[in-house]
Every structure is written in structure tokens, then in C-alpha cells.
């Protein structure tokens, strides 16, 4: 067999220079090559020594680069045609009662879609969204305007649009997907820590003797981190994992506990207990380290194991198993992904993971910590630059007057001193009235927001919206203004990775057409709003963030260099702390905060005797915009499926691939059914990535209350098998839209 030979390329690559940069889709933050030809066409991808990766790239790493080329890249900003008013979707899938069966691979159709808009200047275009915008401020005042901005986009991106929201419009209504994916385990970490940011590395795992794996699916969503984590447990790490759908890391676990739906607070209390009342708690730790250790203690009391089995659905013995590997283990990590995160109990289960290792006294010691897995490439460094919308860069409220004055003396600006409104928060607000004008730069809400149906009303009832992305989103078709913006690979800008590890991406193909850098539009718009933001290039902007970001201290361009460092770094010459709070907290004394069990507000009945579970497959990412205009990734996972249990598939005379209608109380989609034992029996799992089967047009709008985090997980629902799909009528009483 043929094998590529590093140092003696074959003659075809002679000419192709390989970029350094990084991987644009997950948080893991890969270092990679891009291989460019002379005409600006990526070629290839590699991977290179990276701390995060060691040269290991997944499937979307190495063959989803593609997109950037694709046919549909916008070229000029769009203006809606008056034709096309009043506001509503354009195509047929974007309109009410559209889910159902389609050709796999589904992506806008231009030819629905463009002949609503027509091309403009970028002069014509900019003037008419700051008089959009700026209209709406001086008129309705600053708080009915809004911001969505991008985990997708680099530090310097998110720091200069949360400027724009707050310094140019004057509101705080400023957001972004970590409201969708880990706000409720920033919220616990702040409460529990005072830090939203991982304790240590993934790659420490080679030191700890027990790694706790819950609710995540390494193995799907971030690859790479996984392969580090069944290497250390082919060198003698324990993995448990808990989670109500099997992952694939589960094949290298030690214990693999499949809990019932919303179960985890019952299951963590219960492993506590345990750990107390046998003695296996970090006493020494817990006096000099935390407070509220009594508190915890009488909240956990009567979870005994025995309480906790029907509740879990795990056996006694196994939660006293866990609980005796976990407490008798010398250095133990807590991962965890959105299958703690996305509830409306949310926080609460990501309290009992942060007490836990309290408890255990692991926290600041190789092979311990805290380790929410960030999802998208920059949620991290977004939260960090003051993309949510009650913390400005550094999380420093916006409600504590010293921080404020400190930002106004900054920015030259008077600055709302109200928190503002979270993702849904503000969708809900558009309904009632509220919002009136959006700004959404690289986030597509119509398919990643709850209750698909109440976003589509929300969306046409704005006064104004302007979306600034790389293609025609399902969002988009709502826009008053379209601006072309610029991808991963055409930017400059740093990364944060869910490690704290801040990198420079570096572009390796120009944008196409008129496309713009996002920062350039960000900066023309505050011009034309009064606002005369001089920077120099993306290093200046970063400049200032570090300036008012205190944890990204000592950073700069330079120092980062092409591999990158930690935060926080405590000295210029330092290499970043790899892991954190080994003598003292943020706060001083870490928290231990109590849970109790909460109840799912959407549970089955005889109607929707089932529990629909949503989230994500490895080749796809987010709302499929750059991974279904992948070729590679599309060809490889053209459509969505429902993963059935065997006994529930029996029961309903569902078979392998037959077609299958999913309804929930607020709609219904249909889709092929996939029989898997990965799901346990009255449980469906459903991806979040498919247009044609969009999971959230059934997924509840309720939200987490510390967190504001809507309900991902527990969403009742009924399966009814369809045959054939293409002419199956809709049995009685089921409908497309809400009911």
C-alpha cells in the first residue's frame, strides 16, 4: 500500500503551500494545515502538533473545508424587494405546515428564495441597516433593539459586536448560542468557583485515575478529545459515564450507568450519599477549600441508593459502585456536554457535578477539575469577550456601577447599567412587541431555537432584521438586509478553545466576490451610528479586549504565536496555566449549592407517551449551514433518522428505515426510523442538524431559570410508522402546526 511520504510529496503537490490555522467547527480547537494551491483552492487538510489535538484530526476536521467554495457563497448584500413585504418566509419549507419527507441533502433553494431580494452596494446596504437600526433606537428607544452574535466568529468578532449592541445601540439585549448550549454551566461554575472556564485540560486525563463522562458523547462531538480519553483508559484510567442514550465511549468504560430522562440530579445526590456515608469524602479538602458543606450534606441525606433506583432506573449496587470508584480514586476529572446542560434543570445538575468533585477534593491538582466540553470553536472566547448579556469581557457585570463607569470611561459612551435579555428571552419579547429590530451576525435561530413555530412568528413579526452570513440561512429569508460576510478560513483573528487555550487562525483563501471581513462591517456601522472605531487590524482590537478583559492579561499577537497559550497567563514569558485553583478560588472558598430533582414541564401521557432527546451527530454540525454544502460530510450523512428502541419499533410495527411521523404538542415532523438499543425503550433520539426534519420545531421554549437554557431533552412525543412516504397522509388528529 501507498503511504504519504512528509518529506518526498508527490509532484501534484509541489505547488500547494501548506497554511498553519486551526479547525473551525468544534471546541476542542485542532491545529491544522491547510493545503492551498496557486489559485487560493484548499486542497487538503492535516493535522499539525497542536497542545489540544497532537497532529489527530476527526472526519469534519479533515474533509469540511469545503464549504467556503460553494456555489451559494454570497457575493453582494441583498435588499429585500418591496415585494416580499409583509415579512414572512420565503420558501416552502420555511412556511407553516412544510415538515415532512425530502430529498436528502436539503439546503435553501435559491431559486425559491433570491428572486425576493435584489443586489445593492455595500454604501446602499450599510446605510439602510443603520437607519433600520438607528431608527428604532430613537424612536422606540434602545432596549427594542437586539444582537445575535456568533461562537462561529473569532474573539476580536464577538468583543466588537457586543461593543456595537452596547456603546452604538445602548442595550444590553446582547446573546449568543452559549445561551443554547452550556450558559446553565457557566451559571454553576460562577456560583460554585467564580469562574465560567474549565478547571484543567482534556489531555490531563493521562494523569487522573478516574475520569467521570456525563452526559456527553465524546465520540460524535468532539472526536478528537475522545481519542485522549480511550487512551488513558487503555493505560488504566476508569471511565463512567452516565447518560440516558449509550455513547460510543462507553465501549472503553469501566461503568456505563444509562439513567432515566432528567434523572441526574437523583443519580449524583445518591453517589454523594454514598460517598459520605461510607467516608470517602475529602475532609481535609472540604474544611479548608469550601462552605456549605453541611447544607449539602442534610440535601443529600435521603437520596439513598434505594430512593435512587426507581428514580435513575440504575440498580442500588451500581450507584454504590460508582460512588466507591469515584471516592476512593486519587485524582478523578469531571467532563460533561449538554446532556447536563440543556434541561431546564440544567444548572441544578451541573451543581451536583461541581460538588461532587469538591467533595472529592479534585480540583487544582494534575489529573482533577472541571470540564464542561464546549461545543462550537469559539464559544469560550465569545462568553469571555461579553457576548451574553449581563456580563461585559471578563465576566464583570453589567449591573455593578464601578465596572460600568470603568467600560463608559473606555468606550467614551454612556452604557445601560440593566442586564439584558438571553436568546429566547428575546424571541418571546419579539412576540409580545418588545423587540422590534434584530441584528443576527452568523447564527441561524429559525432551525437552533426552540419551538420552531413560535421563532417563525417571532422572526416576521420584527419591524426590522438584518442577518450577516455566508449563504441565504433559513433565518435570512426573514431579512430586511442580507450582508455577505467573510468564512473561518478567510479571517485573522484569535480562538478559544474549551481548553482556555487562545490561538490565531490565519486566513488561507480570499472571501469571494464583495464579501467583507465581519469586523470590517461591524466597524463601517459604527461609523455611519457616530461611533469612529480607529483600529489599525484584528491585533489592535484584541489589544483592547485583553485591556478590559483582566483573565486574557499578558496576551498578545505575538506571544501567541502559531501554537497558541493558556489563559490566564501570569507573566509574558509564561506558557498559560494549565490547571487551575490549586491554592485558592476566584472566590476564596468554593460553594457547594444543594439540588433537588426538578420535574420536566413537558412529560408523556397517553398522547405523547414517548420522550424525544435531541442533539448532535459527528458529520454534522450545528444548524448543517457549512457541513450539509460539505461534499464529503453531505454524501457521507445525506438525511436525519430517529433512533428507535427494538421493543418500541416492534411494539409501533416500525421497521429499519421505514418512514415515521414524530408529534409533539407543538408540531410534527417526519422521518426514518434507525433501530438501535443506544436508546432505551420509551426514549427517541432525534439530530438537531436537518432542515427536513427539524428537531426543533418540537423541542419545548421553557427555560432553565438560572441559566435561561431551554428544555433540549425531555420533550414528549408519539411515533407513528408512515408507509409509503411519499403519499402517506397524516393520521387523524395530527397536525404540523402548534396545537
Avoid at 494551491?37 to 474533509?63: P, W
Avoid at 432551525?447 to 413579526?461: F, G, I, K, Q, T
Avoid at 496555566?577 to 420536566?600: K, N, W
Amino acid at each position: 500500500m501507498k503511504t504519504f511520504n512528509e518529506a518526498h510529496p508527490p509532484a501534484a503537490l509541489n505547488k500547494v503551500r501548506d497554511v498553519p490555522t486551526l479547525c473551525p467547527y468544534c471546541g476542542v480547537g485542532c491545529a491544522l494545515h491547510y493545503g492551498v494551491d496557486e489559485a487560493g483552492v484548499i486542497q487538503y487538510a492535516r493535522g499539525r502538533n497542536g497542545a489540544s489535538n497532537a497532529g489527530r484530526l476527526c472526519v469534519k476536521g479533515r474533509y469540511g473545508f469545503d464549504y467556503a467554495g460553494h456555489p451559494q457563497r454570497l457575493t453582494r448584500p441583498l435588499i429585500r424587494r418591496d415585494s416580499a413585504y409583509p415579512r414572512g418566509p420565503l420558501s416552502g419549507f420555511s412556511r407553516q405546515n412544510s415538515s415532512g419527507p425530502r430529498k436528502p441533502g436539503g439546503i435553501v433553494d435559491y431559486d425559491e428564495v433570491l428572486p425576493h431580494f435584489r443586489e445593492a452596494s455595500w454604501e446602499e446596504a450599510l446605510d439602510r441597516v443603520a437607519a433600520g437600526l438607528g431608527g428604532i433606537r430613537d424612536t422606540h428607544g434602545p432596549d427594542a433593539l437586539a444582537g445575535f452574535g456568533s461562537a462561529k466568529g473569532s474573539n476580536e468578532e464577538a468583543y466588537l459586536f457586543q461593543k456595537f449592541i452596547r456603546a452604538v445601540l445602548g442595550t444590553n439585549n446582547v446573546d449568543h448560542c452559549t445561551r443554547l448550549c452550556h450558559a446553565s454551566s457557566v451559571y454553576a461554575l460562577i456560583e460554585g468557583i467564580g469562574s465560567g472556564a474549565v478547571t484543567n485540560v482534556v489531555r490531563d486525563i493521562e494523569n487522573a485515575e478516574v475520569a467521570v463522562i456525563a452526559g456527553c458523547n465524546p465520540t460524535a462531538n468532539h472526536p478528537v478529545a475522545a481519542t485522549f480519553m480511550k487512551q488513558a483508559a487503555s493505560a488504566g484510567t476508569d471511565l463512567l459515564a452516565v447518560n440516558v442514550r449509550r455513547p460510543g465511549i462507553a465501549d472503553y468504560c469501566r461503568q456505563y450507568c444509562q439513567i432515566k430522562p432528567g434523572a441526574d440530579v437523583a443519580f449524583y445526590n445518591a453517589v454523594m450519599q454514598v460517598i459520605i456515608a461510607e467516608g470517602l469524602h475529602d475532609r481535609t479538602f472540604i474544611d479548608a477549600r469550601t462552605g456549605g458543606f453541611e447544607a449539602l450534606q442534610a440535601a443529600v441525606a435521603h437520596y439513598t441508593p434505594a430512593v435512587a433506583e426507581p428514580l435513575t432506573g440504575i440498580p442500588a449496587s451500581e450507584i454504590i459502585a460508582f460512588a466507591r470508584r469515584l471516592g476512593q480514586a486519587r485524582s478523578a476529572m469531571f467532563f460533561w456536554g449538554m446532556g447536563i446542560s440543556q434541561h431546564v434543570f440544567g444548572t441544578d445538575n451541573a451543581r451536583c457535578l461541581i460538588a461532587l468533585a469538591l467533595l472529592t477534593g479534585n480540583i487544582g491538582r494534575p489529573g482533577t477539575g472541571l470540564h464542561p466540553l464546549r461545543g462550537q470553536n469559539n464559544v469560550q472566547g465569545a462568553s469571555d469577550a461579553g457576548l451574553i448579556p449581563m456580563y461585559y469581557p471578563g465576566y464583570q457585570s453589567v449591573a455593578d456601577p464601578e465596572v460600568q463607569r470603568r467600560f463608559e470611561a473606555l468606550w467614551g459612551v454612556d452604557l445601560p447599567n440593566k442586564p439584558g435579555l438571553t436568546t429566547a428571552e428575546i424571541t418571546h419579547a419579539a412576540l409580545d412587541g418588545d423587540i422590534r429590530g434584530l441584528y443576527c451576525m452568523g447564527e441561524n435561530p429559525f432551525l437552533s431555537d426552540p419551538d420552531m413555530n413560535r421563532v417563525r412568528e417571532a422572526l416576521a413579526s420584527l419591524d426590522f432584521l438584518v442577518v450577516q452570513d455566508l449563504f441565504i440561512t433559513e433565518t435570512a429569508e426573514f431579512a430586511d438586509v442580507i450582508l455577505p460576510a467573510s468564512a473561518f478560513m478567510e479571517k485573522r483573528g484569535t480562538f478559544t478553545n474549551t481548553d482556555r487555550r487562545v490561538q490565531i487562525g490565519r486566513p488561507v483563501r480570499e472571501p469571494p466576490g464583495e464579501a467583507r471581513q465581519d469586523w470590517h462591517i461591524l466597524r463601517d456601522l459604527a461609523q455611519r451610528l457616530g461611533h469612529d472605531w480607529g483600529y489599525a487590524d484584528e491585533s489592535a482590537v484584541f489589544d483592547e479586549f485583553v485591556e478590559t478583559a483582566p483573565p486574557y492579561a499578558n496576551l498578545t499577537y505575538e506571544r501567541l504565536g502559531e501554537q497558541g497559550r493558556w489563559y490566564p497567563c501570569p507573566s509574558a514569558d509564561s506558557e498559560g496555566e494549565r490547571v487551575l485553583f490549586s491554592e485558592v478560588f476566584p472566590i476564596g472558598r468554593a460553594r457547594f449549592v444543594p439540588a433537588e430533582l426538578g420535574v420536566a414541564p413537558d412529560l408523556p401521557d397517553d398522547d405523547y407517551p414517548l420522550v424525544l432527546n435531541t442533539g448532535r451527530q459527528l458529520e454534522h454540525w450545528h444548524t448543517g449551514v457549512m457541513t450539509r454544502r460539505s461534499r464529503a460530510l453531505d454524501a457521507i450523512a445525506p438525511e436525519a433518522r430517529v433512533e428507535v428502541h427494538p421493543d418500541d419499533a416492534a411494539r409501533l410495527g416500525i421497521s429499519e428505515g421505514q418512514w415515521t411521523q414524530i408529534a409533539s404538542r407543538r408540531g410534527d415532523v417526519q422521518v426514518q426510523a434507525h433501530l438501535t438499543r443506544d436508546v432505551a425503550t420509551g426514549t427517541l433520539f432525534l439530530p438537531m442538524h436537518f432542515r427536513e426534519a427539524a428537531a426543533n420545531l418540537l423541542t419545548s421554549p421553557e427555560l432553565d431559570p438560572f441559566g435561561k437554557i431551554p428544555e433540549f431533552k425531555i420533550c414528549a412525543v408519539r411515533l407513528v410508522p408512515l408507509s409509503p412516504p411519499s403519499t402517506q397522509t397524516p393520521p387523524a388528529g395530527v397536525s404540523h402546526a402548534a396545537s
